[in-house]
């Protein structure tokens, strides 16, 4: 084991984290795992989540998007619970025709949201790198520009 965190993985959390944040969702914590049956993997623990689907399509679509804006690519799996999510919103939606425009939409909208927060970002995901978890009041702290 490492004294530090795989940067992809808490690249991903830190994307759907602070997607939250912006969309007025409460973080409750962030955390990157090892185990011997998922390996390296991660979970973003919030308190609700947005209303209306094509804001759960881009907070689904964060974790990736976090990998692309931020040039630190997860193992593919970490997006996989993600696209399944995503599939089965759609498909309770009824929307069977432009999925894949949906998804491309929902993950441009969360990349121009980590690009307005790419400093707190970016100092999350070393928080997460470091430590391997992040709760709600360092978190607050750094999406706030806090000390």
């Known amino acids: 084991m490492t004294d530090r965190f795989p940067q992809g993985v808490s690249c991903h ?7 939250a944040f912006s ?13 011997e049956d998922k390996g390296w993997h991660g979970k973003t623990v919030t308190e609700g989540t947005p209303n209306h ?17 931020f040039n ?19 498909n309770r939606m009824g929307i069977s ?11 441009a909208r969360a990349a121009i949201i980590l690009e ?18 992040v709760k709600e009041p360092e978190f607050l702290r750094l999406m706030y520009g806090e000390a």
């Open 72 to 90: 630190c690519p997860a193992d593919p799996t970490a997006s996989f619970h993600d696209m399944l999510e995503v599939d089965s919103l759609l």
């Open 23 to 35: 969309l007025g969702i409460r973080l409750v914590a962030v955390s990157v795992i090892f185990t």
């Open 116 to 133: 307005g927060h790419r400093e707190h970002a970016l100092k999350l995901i070393a928080h997460i790198v470091e430590h391997g978890h």
């Open 53 to 69: 689907w094509k804001e759960q399509i881009v907070l689904r679509m964060a974790g990736k998007a976090a990998e692309e804006v």
């Open 13 to 19: 959390e830190a994307g759907h984290a602070v997607v």
């Open 97 to 107: 025709e432009e999925r894949e425009a949906r998804i491309v939409e929902g993950k």
